[in-house]
């Protein structure tokens, strides 16, 4: 079962490893820092247009973030 904590774990990992600052990161995608402080600690997902923006700037896959897996092409 896919939960919010999962979520959550998942987008702290892609934030922290993307070398960029909090500052650097919200300025890129149109939040607040302290929005994107509340992702790292779990305190709030963003919204799916954030999400968007988010997996973009960090070049992230929203379907590994979102735990989704895709079926195998064969």
């Given at each position: 079962?896919i939960?919010a904590t999962?979520?959550?774990?998942?987008l702290?990992?892609?934030?922290?490893?993307?070398?960029?600052?909090?500052e650097?990161?919200?300025?890129k995608?149109g939040?607040?820092?302290?929005q994107?402080?509340?992702?790292?600690?779990g305190?709030?997902?963003?919204?799916l247009?954030t999400?968007?923006?988010l997996?973009?700037a960090?070049?992230?896959?929203a379907n590994?973030?979102?735990?989704?897996e895709?079926?195998?092409?064969?």
């Amino acid at each position: 079962m896919i939960t919010a904590t999962h979520i959550s774990k998942k987008l702290a990992e892609g934030i922290l490893q993307s070398g960029m600052t909090q500052e650097e990161i919200a300025l890129k995608i149109g939040v607040r820092q302290q929005q994107i402080s509340s992702y790292i600690h779990g305190k709030t997902l963003p919204a799916l247009d954030t999400l968007s923006r988010l997996c973009t700037a960090l070049d992230l896959d929203a379907n590994e973030i979102l735990c989704v897996e895709r079926e195998k092409e064969y």
